[in-house]
């Protein structure tokens, strides 16, 4: 099991939108794919455009190349994509 | 209940030693602070010495005020902040 970590930062007044949109990406694309186990979202308090979006995966491949590089992988990016004021900084953790 | 999340960077060639003293640092002194629940460390696959710590506290000012101003601050600098590359990029969130 691995964690997926994306810093997000979004363009500036578009919080609500941007929260609905996440949660709808990551429950009707992201939730079904291969090696998904749940995932979380934080919103930062002292940088109010900043998120971090947390996926578990079964496996690194299971996000790099079973997500990243199926159809869905599109969807997701066409429901939170417009929201993006550049592109996330995304890196996978172990849990020590 | 909010997180503190510190995105911290090692010197090269000490992830054993820094992970033995973060685990030290965070259950003999951060474990004692006033409003604190919990805590976990993440090793970053992608850059070796990144690691993600991810405190949970009853409150914001828990962190940045009972914690930050209390001598258990240097306690945990003393034993964490000799590996450290650059200071921590620390900020706190909330779960939506």
Same mark, same amino acid.
């Given at each position: 099991?691995? +964690? ?21 990406? *990551? ?8 090696? #998904? ?11 109010? !455009?900043? +998120? ?5 995966? !079964? ?11 199926? *159809?869905? #992988? ?9 929201? #993006? ?12």
């Amino acid at each position: 099991m691995i +964690y997926e970590v994306a810093d997000i930062r979004i363009v500036p007044g578009q919080r609500e939108a941007f929260e609905e949109a996440i949660r709808r990406g *990551a429950t009707t694309v992201i939730a079904k794919a291969r090696g #998904f186990i749940d995932y979380k979202v934080k919103r930062c308090i002292e940088t109010p !455009e900043r +998120y971090l979006l947390v996926v578990r995966w !079964e496996t690194l491949e299971n996000h790099t190349k079973d997500f990243r590089e199926s *159809a869905a #992988f599109g969807e997701w990016r066409a429901i939170v994509g417009p929201f #993006f004021a550049g592109p996330p900084m995304v890196e996978h953790f172990e849990e020590l």
